[in-house]
């Protein structure tokens, strides 16, 4: 991950990478991944892999971090809101659309074939409906209290996404270099908000909008330290807080629902892993260097997109041979869980998690990966290519 901003430089690593934090985006896309896998033994069960949902608010926190750093300067000097915006959304929607696309088609199969048992309810209706499809098409669904679209159930997450982008480029826009001020008041204000007022929030300030805001919020700030005196410098000792930071924040993504202010804590510890990691000196950060894990990396959005498609139809594959059903929860619609024994429903998910990966790298070479390009020479006139090409999709 390469980051520039007028004025940033001497804020960068010798190399101009942040590579160690790249693949750290893919290791939650992937923790998320076996977070949607129902069912399985004592690894898919795991505390730690029930808690999964959580590797979401490190991509918010490093989300802000990294936009800060491409963006948050040249918007503070006045760079357009719009031309920024529509840079994103060539980068984030290519892929949303082309899923949303399957998926239309997979409920159209439904209505004219009937196939029987596939699926549990009528084909365009409970969270599938038309209506819904256009919030979802919008990217708007993250913004409703609660959230009611079941299309590409996990692009709440990109929608909140697009509505922080817009928050954080106007921030810039009218407070300069002090919008890192702002998005810290923002940023303690949306955790005030969901630890103690959570039963009074409505639309458009959703919780996921908040949880979003938080996260950001202080990814800005962990560029603002980083890119000032304060930056850390762990030096010889940089591979001990690189194990600290990830022990604290492995247990608290576990237990962050049982602790007062949980997720403004676990926030914290992902911001602290940023700085920690952002220095990438460290023995686990130069395992994160290594290709396999720079791979992952680069295919994490794509992973994040496909992998719900993937583990549903992989899933009734494996009803095909009883060894998964489909349960309805109302809370949640459809759930596919693998029923095998606990041994080979953790074999099979993890089959499904590789077969996941093979689809995100066949997502991200072609579809991300030419939008990725499409954004970059679109941005070269304004004179950000440099920056489009490394800001993050996710």
Known sequence: MVVAS?????????????????????????????????????????????????????????????IAGSYGARLAAGFSVLRFMVLRLGRIYPLHIV?????VAQELAQAYLAIPGASLRAPFSSGHTPGQLLLTLLLVQG????????????????S?????????????????????????????????LMEFRGADLSTPFSPELLRGILGFGLGIVCWTIWSSPLQPRLGAAATVFEGLVISVSACLMVTQDRLVIGQ?????????LVLVFAGGTGW???QLQRKAFVL?????????????????RGTDVFRMFGLGTVQWDPDGGQIRVITASPLLADLLGILLLCVALAAAWISWRCIESPARAWSRRLASPMGVARSEAVAPTM
Do not use: N
């Open 99 to 103: 899923l949303l696309a399957i998926l």
């Open 264 to 272: 403004i804590v676990l926030d914290v510890s992902f911001a602290v």
């Open 6 to 66: 007028a004025g940033s430089k001497a804020s960068l690593p010798d190399s101009g990478r942040f590579i160690a934090l790249d693949s750290f985006r893919g290791i939650a896309a992937l923790i998320v991944a076996a977070y949607h896998l129902h069912g399985g033994g004592p690894l898919l069960q795991s505390d730690f892999v029930q808690s999964g949902a959580t590797a979401v608010d490190f991509f918010f926190v490093l989300s802000g971090f990294v």
């Open 143 to 158: 913004l409703q209290t609660p959230i009611t679209s079941d299309w590409s159930l996990q692009s709440w997450s990109i």
């Open 284 to 286: 686990f950060s130069r």
């Open 296 to 312: 992952l990396g680069k295919i994490s959005y794509s992973l994040y997109m496909v992998h719900p498609l993937v583990m549903a």
């Open 160 to 192: 909140v996404e697009l509505w922080l982008y817009v928050l954080a480029a106007t921030s810039w826009h009218a407070f300069g270099r002090l919008a890192w001020i702002a998005a810290l008041s923002a940023a303690l204000v949306s955790g005030y």
